[in-house]
């Protein structure tokens, strides 16, 4: 079983950039995919990013491809989200999941989920 906690969120000015951190409790963090996921209020839960259990492949939804980037550090057992030319439209509640399926944007596929941290993006 994994224990996600993700911090990093907050209020930041269009243009700006942000680094999420999750971080994982469990000696098996590095034998699970690891992806991001968003919901804005209103909205359903969209994948964001996505990375293979050694970090060597990751995945990207369009809207934030060369934006985003999502790496993972299996000793630290940790996951980053670092978010740069942030835009009004990324305002969202920010998650870190935990699955057995590399690259799946279904967040059916995960699970287990960490409390979330809220980006906001002001114009």
């Known amino acids: 079983q994994v224990q996600l906690v993700e911090s990093g969120g907050g209020l930041v000015q269009a243009g700006g950039s942000l680094r999420l951190s999750c971080a994982a409790s469990?000696?098996?963090?590095?034998?699970?995919?690891m992806g991001w996921f968003r919901q804005a209020p209103g909205l359903e839960r969209e994948f964001v990013a996505g990375?293979?259990?050694?970090?060597?492949?990751?995945y990207y939804e369009d809207s934030v491809k060369g934006r985003f980037t999502i790496s993972r550090d299996n000793a630290k057992n940790a996951v980053y989200l670092q978010m740069v030319s942030l835009k009004p439209e990324d305002t969202a509640v920010y998650y870190c999941?935990?699955?057995?399926?590399?690259?799946?944007?279904?967040?059916?596929?995960?699970?287990?989920w960490g409390q979330g941290t809220q980006v906001t993006v002001s114009s």
């Open positions: 990375i293979s259990l050694g970090g060597s492949r990751t």
């Open positions: 469990g000696r098996t963090f590095s034998t699970y995919a």
């Open positions: 999941a935990a699955g057995g399926i590399t690259g799946t944007q279904n967040y059916a596929d995960y699970n287990y």
